[in-house]
């Protein structure tokens, strides 16, 4: 396979039209859980390979894996392997869950909001050599083999994104523009990925004020 086409295997939540924040001790705080069902994830994967062969749901926990040489979801595209679901249109949003990174699992992103003005993305959680970053920039280290909580709240209308890790306040940027924004959690190879990457979640929680 071309070295072009990235691999990725990534859960979907899409939302528009966010509302500012306040600040508030614990990220959850103020926020309303929305109900998550099966029906709200629909499994994107490489094309020629089944769903169990890169996606498992057991005991809670969402676990995703792709390796640096699979295909695209669909034949002839130069996107990635994803999986997408769940669709707002208005208010206030949060993205949280618990994340576990394997050790040598590198150069992918874990976690995104997708979509911006001028670029694909409004922001990117990825995982380089066992620190946590956003795109580039290191805002925890020694994530491997352990349990961490994530908390993503974006505000368009400021426009902000503060980023949580285990309940405190890690990074804080600028948005990037547009209306219509998805969280995506899972694996998606970027720079330097290794031949071999995997995600964990459990607890995912979509959360709205």
Not at 6 to 23: F, G, R, W
Not at 172 to 183: L, Q, R, V, W
């Amino acid at each position: 396979m071309a070295s072009t086409i990235l691999s990725a295997l990534i859960i979907s939540l899409s939302l528009m039209e966010l509302m500012p924040h306040h600040a508030i001790a614990d990220p959850a705080d103020g926020f309303t859980s929305l109900s998550l069902g099966r029906s709200n994830f629909v499994i994107h994967k490489p094309y020629d390979v089944s769903e169990s062969e890169r996606y498992s749901f057991q005991n809670g926990i969402h676990k995703l894996w792709v390796y640096s040489a699979d295909k695209p979801f669909m034949s002839g595209s130069n996107t990635s392997p994803r999986t997408e679901g769940y669709d707002y249109t208005s208010g206030v949003w949060q993205f949280e869950g618990y994340a576990s990174v394997p050790s040598g699992t590198t150069g992918v992103s874990i976690m995104q909001i997708f979509g911006g003005a001028s670029a694909a993305t409004t922001m990117m959680l990825r995982v380089y050599n066992g620190a946590l970053s956003y795109y580039r920039a290191p805002i925890a280290q020694n994530i491997y083999d352990r349990w961490f909580r994530v908390n993503v709240i974006h505000d368009v209308g400021a426009p902000k994104v503060k980023v949580y890790i285990d309940g405190s306040l890690v990074h804080e940027a600028n948005g990037n523009g547009a209306s219509s924004h998805y969280f995506k959690f899972g694996v998606y190879a970027q720079d330097g990925a290794s031949d071999y990457m995997e995600s964990r979640w459990r607890g995912i929680k979509v959360l709205r004020k």
